[in-house]
């Protein structure tokens, strides 16, 4: 399995950017879908956005459709979180997760996480 460290977070205010890093180790990230999911203090966690493993297609929650991107270099075994336009309810811990092939919503079909880091806005 692919290992994942996520790196970047920090504190930052609301409208700020913030970038988001998360690098595999142990075997390449090609062939799998990376998502990145997010966890505030006594909430689930909940699913932020996914790139199939070809970098395709994107899947967004609608709370950070027009704000967060998603990228994969591949080469570098990296997947990027550009977090535009922060609002101090994007405060949360930052998880990146990998699975074969198919990219969905669901934290429960990703077996492959990071140990995650954390974004915090204020306001």
């Known amino acids: 399995q692919v290992q994942l460290a996520e790196s970047g977070g920090g504190l930052v205010q609301a409208g700020d950017s913030l970038r988001l890093s998360c690098a595999a180790s142990?075997?390449?990230?090609?062939?799998?879908?990376v998502a990145w999911f997010r966890q505030a203090p006594g909430k689930e966690r909940d699913f932020v956005i996914a790139t199939t493993w070809s970098g395709d297609r994107t899947y967004y929650a609608d709370s950070v459709k027009g704000r967060f991107i998603i990228s994969r270099d591949n080469a570098e075994n990296t997947v990027y979180l550009q977090m535009n336009s922060l609002k101090p309810e994007d405060t949360a811990v930052y998880y990146c997760?990998?699975?074969?092939?198919?990219?969905?919503?669901?934290?429960?079909?990703?077996?492959?996480w990071g140990q995650g880091t954390q974004v915090t806005v204020s306001s």
């Open positions: 142990r075997r390449t990230f090609s062939g799998y879908a």
């Open positions: 997760a990998a699975r074969i092939h198919i990219a969905t919503m669901t934290a429960g079909d990703y077996d492959c």
